[in-house]
């Protein structure tokens, strides 16, 4: 059954530096999506993607972080300058098409800043 | 804004019960609602989805039902096993295919 994966499983870093989150999305699918999820709390909402651009942001997708679809199949989330308040589970997440589909997500990667 | 609640927080009960797991949103204008499961320090697995316009989705021992105009989901579990242990979210989708989640019911299952 087709999956969503996520590079790395583990990332610590430290604070100010840049970070890049990889997923390689569901091959059909058309949409994409990150969340994030800090420990204890809900999971969040970050961006959606569709058709090379961004579809929707949430507040807390400020200018520290950036998406990207390099090629055909990877999908990339970049905190410019990390903070300590960053570290957190951040999960991808695709859809065949937008709303109204189900969101498939990958295992995540979590991320500690120190 | 749209809110979601689950409520209880946590839940546990022994092995083979029948169990209901309830989710409720502020704001009725939902496209769909989803419910996920979620293991310790894993990603989310989707359970169901149901559209706005259905009442109730059914995948082998859980049955979800959506009352729309009472901003109100429940997730049934059937005769729980062990193995359903675990931490159940729901999500609405209000348009745009943004998720917004609910802070998640974790349950416990006694063997």
């Known amino acids: 059954e087709p999956e969503v994966t996520q590079t790395p499983s583990h990332q610590v870093t430290q604070m100010g530096q840049e970070v890049i989150l990889r997923c390689v999305p569901i091959?059909?699918?058309?949409?994409f999506y990150w969340y994030r999820q800090i420990l204890g709390q809900k999971v969040e909402f970050l961006v959606s993607f569709y058709n090379n651009e961004i579809s929707e942001k949430s507040e807390i997708f400020d200018d520290q972080f950036s998406v990207e679809r390099p090629d055909g199949s990877n999908f990339t989330l970049k905190i410019r300058s990390t903070k300590l308040e960053d570290s957190a589970m951040y999960f991808c997440a695709s859809s065949e098409a937008g709303q109204q589909e189900t969101q498939y997500f990958g295992p995540g990667t979590r991320l500690l800043v120190l | 804004k749209q809110e979601v609640t689950q409520i209880p927080a946590a839940l546990s009960v022994p092995e083979g019960e029948n169990l209901v797991l309830n989710c409720s949103f502020t704001d009725s204008a939902i496209y769909n609602l989803q419910w996920f499961r979620q293991d310790p320090g894993k990603g989310l697995t989707s359970l169901l989805l149901i559209q706005s316009s259905q009442r109730e989705q059914t995948s082998g021992r859980l049955n979800a039902s959506l009352d729309k105009s009472s901003g109100r989901s429940t997730l049934y579990i059937a005769a729980s096993q062990p193995g359903d242990s675990a931490t159940y979210l729901c999500a609405v989708d209000g348009n745009t295919g943004k998720l917004i989640f609910g802070q998640g019911t974790t349950l416990q299952v006694k063997p």
């Open positions: 091959s059909n699918h058309l949409y």
